[in-house]
């Protein structure tokens, strides 16, 4: 019998950081994302605007084509995502990872907007 280690649900940074990851290595195109990181055309474009807009992602044109990659501020953003995750695993019995539910938003807080 095998242990595995508690899943939570995906929440917008962890869209953002799939995102940055996919496209610090190399520039991808939007179908690339649009598979390896597993969401709808809809969701995608939101995400991508967002990303642009708050410069974590660069746009490159060949022509008519798009690619993206991550920027030094997405590459910042990565670092400081993994960092935080990392402090925030605990180890708990039979050598399970859970991530620690904490509220990391003021009460009251609106989550930024992707429209």
């Known amino acids: 019998m ?3 280690p508690k899943k939570r649900g995906r929440d917008s940074v962890d869209i953002v950081a799939e995102v940055l990851r996919l496209a610090s ?3 991808v195109k939007r179908t690339s994302i ?3 990181v597993g969401m709808s055309h809809e969701m995608m474009g939101r995400y991508l605007r967002y990303m642009i807009g708050t ?3 660069e746009e490159e044109w060949l022509g008519a084509k798009v690619r993206y990659r991550t920027s030094n501020k997405g590459k910042q953003f990565l670092r400081l995502y993994h960092e ?3 402090l925030l695993r ?3 019995g039979e050598g ?3 991530l620690k539910r904490i509220q990391l938003l003021p009460t009251g807080y609106h989550r930024f907007s992707m429209r």
Request: aromatic residues 4%; hydrophobic residues 50%; negative net charge.
């Open 2 to 4: 095998s242990i595995q």
């Open 25 to 27: 290595t190399e520039k």
């Open 34 to 36: 649009l598979y390896e």
């Open 55 to 57: 410069k974590l992602l």
């Open 84 to 86: 935080m995750m990392a």
């Open 90 to 92: 605990a180890e708990e």
């Open 96 to 98: 399970q990872l859970v």
